[in-house]
């Protein structure tokens, strides 16, 4: 029997202070409940076992998708849409002038959901025990809606948003209200025009997936908190939208109100993107679907299916069988869950400020919110697998010493990729960060840097779920899920991917990820062969290619590739301009072709070569003879084997003026040679800690499922 509601006092809506002051504790409580909500559905989400993860029981007679893997999916959709709505109510909490302020000791998941006093939670556990919670939490209200309150207290997440709509619905048609700077907008101006929001948080993470991330410019709110409530709630929320908050509705497009039961196609993710199937209904009936499915005779049926021992969840003091011998001790990983899970709320309170902005690309430090917050990927199944239900617990002031520190511990195989010789390779290597687990593309690469050769690494460089675009360089990824766009192939098949920035595929790819639609015509991969195989077929073929950096104001630089004499190599320049003389071309610089219209004479012998263009990119092999590239240089067969060292064409050793200490800029090339013996298994190599592992081994037994 549910609580009473405890008495509230209403927002008078005709106070324009009293508004904007219930505006900010309505939208700080929004956070306060999306965060809440995180933990919760992540530990359910990945209390799948591997047996399960594994698992090819179709979903149907008609639908071939993996129901354990829908299962799973379906869940994590919705912790990964709470993340984004986490990032939309803080957009518009700067907009309003605060950035969200949590309480840490209003978290408790085995009481009630804060300012919801009536919505129990049962504490951390597997999905089925705790699945009646999460429809709980995200059933729509029944009856009508209470006005705003001063106290911020409502029986239902709907009702909060419902509240909190109708004081946005008041601010965003007053101007004046909200601390923007003055412009076109405040003004009398179009509602679209760009506006100044102080001090604006670069929540940016779901920029490729969804239309609207940020607020630039007043419609934005609109569309932030439209996105929200309509991904979240649904009907529950929405229905009369239009006539209710019409001046959040004014950038409805017509027709698309939600009645449908649908969320608004341009609140829905991007085609093809993660989670698409899924994201055009709220939360609430994703989880009704969950459960529907968990009670029928199919899922019944699966999961007897199932080895002995190998249970659909984890359950409480039954170590999964299936746990690889790496994984650390549950206290270290414990430990690590509630240093990250800390770390995560202090960037939140301290306005993005704590570890860089949302933003990986721009970060500036090692744990970003969005670092910190994919560890629990990794982290809570690997407890899960000891039989052990992972807990948040916040310690203040976790520094990024004290995070390393635990992060070490829990991942003796480095699988986070934070270890700090691999930090090292980053920043040594910024170019060359899509490598993983054997597909890498030259020696020194993979964990730690103890790739001998091509194909011997053990993992990747590259930030962990580094996908659906984020890759380096071409001949890599492949993700084998039903995708969408132009060209399919490049999003799809390993090695098809033509050029930078494309590719479909995650980090890293585990040899259990296998294709599940019908290839694109002229590949031979069809349903159910594995993706890992089939890129390290195809990094065999195809040769190795690298992108490496060539700095002006450097002599000859090593770019880490050997060459075998006979053999093709071929060196394009990608991007960049330099310059090996600021008083020539009239001061601008220019690509690796070289100055326009000088050539170096041919008594100054000190330039690596002479007759050719003062500043072109050049290279030699094993301190050997150099050879001009230029924009690009294709060889049949390398005239001698050993290390590709390249350098600007110029008076290196400053035998005729200054030398490189006037140049400036660099260029970026790629390198393709082929691999002419047999890739090698990655080797069993000594990790911190003492720890031995078999890089094929631990492939396989990195998540319960592709996640």
Same mark, same amino acid.
């Given at each position: 029997?549910?609580?009473?509601?405890?008495?509230?006092?209403?927002?008078?809506?005709?106070?324009?202070?009293?508004?904007?002051?219930?505006?900010?504790?309505?939208?700080?409580?929004?956070?306060?409940?999306?965060?809440?909500?995180?933990?919760?559905?992540?530990?359910?989400?990945?209390?799948?076992?591997?047996?399960?993860?594994?698992?090819?029981?179709?979903?149907?007679?008609?639908?071939?998708?993996?129901?354990?893997?829908?299962? &799973?999916?379906?869940?994590?959709?919705?912790?990964? /849409?709470?993340?984004?709505?986490?990032?939309?109510?803080?957009?518009?909490?700067?907009?309003?002038?605060?950035?969200?302020?949590?309480?840490?000791?209003?978290?408790?998941?085995?009481?009630?959901?804060?300012?919801?006093?009536?919505?129990?939670?049962?504490?951390?556990?597997?999905?089925?025990?705790?699945?009646?919670?999460?429809?709980?939490?995200?059933?729509?209200?029944?009856?009508?809606?209470?006005?705003?309150?001063?106290?911020?207290?409502?029986? +239902?997440?709907?009702?909060?948003?419902?509240?909190?709509?109708?004081?946005?619905?008041?601010?965003?048609?007053?101007?004046?209200?909200?601390?923007?700077?003055?412009?076109?907008?405040? +003004?009398?101006?179009?509602?679209?025009?760009?506006?100044?929001?102080?001090?604006?948080?670069?929540?940016?993470?779901?920029?490729?997936?969804?239309?609207?991330?940020?607020?630039?410019?007043?419609?934005?709110?609109?569309?932030?908190?439209?996105?929200?409530?309509?991904?979240?709630?649904?009907?529950?929320?929405?229905?009369?939208?239009?006539?209710? *908050?019409?001046?959040?509705?004014?950038?409805?497009?017509?027709?698309?109100?939600?009645?449908?039961?649908?969320?608004?196609?341009?609140?829905?993710?991007?085609?093809?993107?993660?989670?698409?199937?899924?994201?055009?209904?709220?939360?609430?009936?994703?989880?009704?679907?969950?459960?529907?499915?968990?009670?029928?005779?199919?899922?019944?049926?699966?999961?007897? =299916?199932?080895?002995?021992?190998?249970?659909?969840?984890?359950?409480?003091?039954?170590?999964?069988?299936?746990?690889?011998?790496?994984?650390?001790?549950?206290?270290?990983? =414990?430990?690590?869950?509630?240093?990250?899970?800390?770390?995560?709320?202090?960037?939140?309170?301290?306005?993005?400020?704590?570890?860089?902005?949302?933003?990986?690309?721009?970060?500036?430090?090692?744990?970003?919110?969005?670092?910190?917050?994919?560890?629990?990927?990794?982290?809570?199944? =690997?407890?899960?697998?000891?039989? /052990?239900?992972?807990?948040?617990?916040?310690?203040?002031?976790?520094?990024?010493? &004290?995070? &390393?520190?635990?992060?070490?511990?829990?991942?003796?195989?480095?699988?986070?990729?934070?270890?700090?010789? !691999?930090?090292?390779?980053?920043?040594?290597?910024?170019?060359?960060?899509?490598?993983?687990?054997?597909?890498?593309?030259?020696?020194?690469?993979?964990?730690?840097?103890?790739?001998?050769?091509?194909?011997?690494?053990?993992?990747?460089?590259?930030?962990?779920?580094?996908?659906?675009?984020?890759?380096?360089?071409?001949?890599?990824?492949?993700?084998?899920?039903?995708?969408?766009?132009?060209?399919?192939?490049?999003?799809?098949?390993?090695?098809?991917?033509?050029?930078?920035?494309?590719?479909?595929?995650?980090?890293?790819?585990?040899?259990?990820?296998?294709?599940?639609?019908?290839?694109?015509?002229?590949?031979?991969?069809?349903?159910?062969?594995?993706?890992?195989?089939?890129?390290?077929?195809?990094?065999?073929?195809?040769?190795?290619?690298?992108? %490496?950096?060539?700095?002006?104001?450097?002599?000859?630089?090593?770019?880490?590739?050997?060459?075998?004499?006979? &053999?093709?190599?071929?060196?394009?320049?990608?991007?960049?301009?330099?310059?090996?003389?600021?008083?020539?071309?009239?001061?601008?610089?220019?690509?690796?072709?070289?100055?326009?219209?000088?050539?170096?004479?041919?008594? /100054?012998?000190?330039?690596?070569?002479?007759?050719?263009?003062?500043?072109?990119?050049?290279?030699?092999?094993?301190?050997?003879?150099? *050879?001009?590239?230029?924009?690009?240089?294709?060889?049949?067969?390398?005239?001698?084997?050993?290390?590709?060292?390249?350098?600007?064409?110029?008076?290196?050793?400053?035998?005729?003026?200054?030398?490189?200490?006037?140049?400036?800029?660099?260029?970026?090339?790629?390198?393709? !040679?082929?691999?002419?013996?047999?890739?090698?298994?990655?080797?069993?190599?000594?990790?911190?800690?003492?720890?031995?592992?078999?890089?094929?081994?631990? %492939?396989?037994?990195?998540?319960?499922?592709?996640?």
């Amino acid at each position: 029997m549910s609580t009473p509601t405890p008495a509230t006092t209403p927002c008078n809506l005709q106070d324009a202070q009293q508004v904007i002051s219930c505006l900010h504790a309505h939208l700080n409580a929004i956070c306060a409940v999306e965060f809440y909500t995180i933990p919760l559905y992540l530990t359910a989400t990945y209390s799948f076992s591997v047996a399960a993860g594994n698992s090819t029981t179709p979903l149907s007679a008609t639908d071939s998708t993996p129901l354990f893997w829908w299962m &799973q999916q379906k869940s994590l959709s919705v912790a990964v /849409q709470e993340m984004y709505h986490l990032q939309c109510a803080s957009n518009i909490a700067n907009a309003a002038g605060f950035h969200p302020s949590l309480d840490p000791s209003v978290f408790d998941w085995s009481g009630p959901v804060p300012h919801l006093p009536n919505v129990k939670g049962t504490g951390f556990d597997n999905l089925p025990n705790v699945l009646d919670v999460l429809i709980g939490i995200e059933t729509p209200i029944e009856g009508g809606f209470p006005p705003p309150n001063l106290q911020v207290v409502y029986d +239902s997440i709907s009702a909060l948003y419902h509240a909190t709509l109708t004081l946005l619905d008041i601010v965003v048609a007053a101007e004046g209200l909200l601390p923007l700077q003055p412009g076109p907008v405040l +003004s009398g101006g179009s509602p679209q025009a760009p506006l100044v929001a102080p001090d604006q948080m670069n929540y940016l993470t779901f920029q490729s997936r969804y239309q609207y991330t940020v607020v630039k410019c007043a419609d934005d709110i609109a569309h932030l908190a439209n996105a929200v409530s309509f991904q979240g709630e649904g009907a529950g929320v929405v229905a009369d939208f239009a006539s209710k *908050f019409p001046n959040l509705a004014k950038v409805l497009q017509a027709g698309d109100d939600g009645s449908n039961g649908e969320v608004p196609a341009q609140y829905q993710p991007k085609a093809g993107s993660r989670f698409a199937r899924w994201d055009n209904v709220s939360h609430y009936e994703r989880f009704v679907a969950l459960k529907a499915m968990m009670t029928s005779a199919g899922y019944e049926a699966a999961a007897a =299916q199932l080895p002995a021992g190998r249970s659909v969840f984890n359950r409480t003091g039954a170590a999964d069988p299936d746990r690889p011998a790496w994984v650390a001790d549950a206290a270290a990983l =414990q430990n690590c869950i509630n240093l990250a899970y800390s770390r995560t709320l202090d960037i939140i309170n301290n306005g993005m400020t704590v570890g860089g902005p949302l933003d990986t690309a721009n970060s500036g430090s090692s744990y970003t919110f969005t670092v910190v917050m994919t560890s629990f990927k990794y982290l809570i199944p =690997q407890l899960w697998q000891w039989g /052990q239900v992972p807990t948040f617990s916040y310690v203040a002031g976790v520094t990024d010493d &004290q995070l &390393q520190a635990a992060f070490d511990q829990a991942d003796p195989l480095c699988l986070y990729h934070w270890d700090k010789v !691999t930090q090292q390779i980053r920043e040594e290597q910024p170019d060359d960060m899509n490598v993983c687990q054997g597909l890498n593309s030259c020696q020194g690469l993979g964990w730690g840097g103890l790739g001998t050769q091509a194909g011997d690494g053990a993992c990747a460089t590259a930030d962990i779920h580094t996908c659906s675009g984020g890759n380096s360089c071409r001949h890599r990824g492949g993700c084998g899920y039903t995708v969408s766009g132009s060209p399919i192939e490049d999003q799809w098949v390993p090695g098809w991917n033509s050029c930078k920035g494309l590719g479909g595929c995650q980090v890293p790819i585990s040899t259990q990820q296998k294709f599940s639609s019908p290839a694109p015509q002229g590949s031979k991969v069809q349903p159910g062969d594995g993706v890992w195989d089939e890129a390290r077929k195809l990094l065999q073929k195809n040769g190795v290619d690298v992108t %490496r950096s060539v700095q002006a104001r450097q002599g000859w630089q090593a770019t880490g590739v050997n060459v075998t004499q006979g &053999q093709p190599l071929t060196v394009s320049h990608c991007s960049g301009l330099w310059s090996a003389d600021p008083d020539t071309n009239g001061g601008a610089p220019y690509d690796a072709k070289g100055c326009p219209g000088v050539i170096v004479p041919a008594d /100054q012998t000190g330039y690596p070569i002479v007759g050719v263009a003062m500043g072109a990119l050049v290279g030699r092999i094993a301190g050997g003879t150099p *050879f001009l590239i230029g924009d690009g240089i294709s060889l049949s067969s390398a005239p001698a084997g050993g290390l590709l060292e390249l350098c600007i064409n110029d008076d290196i050793n400053h035998l005729y003026g200054p030398g490189l200490a006037d140049n400036f800029g660099s260029v970026s090339v790629e390198i393709t !040679t082929p691999i002419t013996q047999p890739l090698p298994q990655p080797q069993s190599k000594q990790v911190p800690g003492g720890v031995n592992y078999n890089g094929l081994a631990r %492939r396989e037994a990195i998540t319960p499922t592709s996640t």
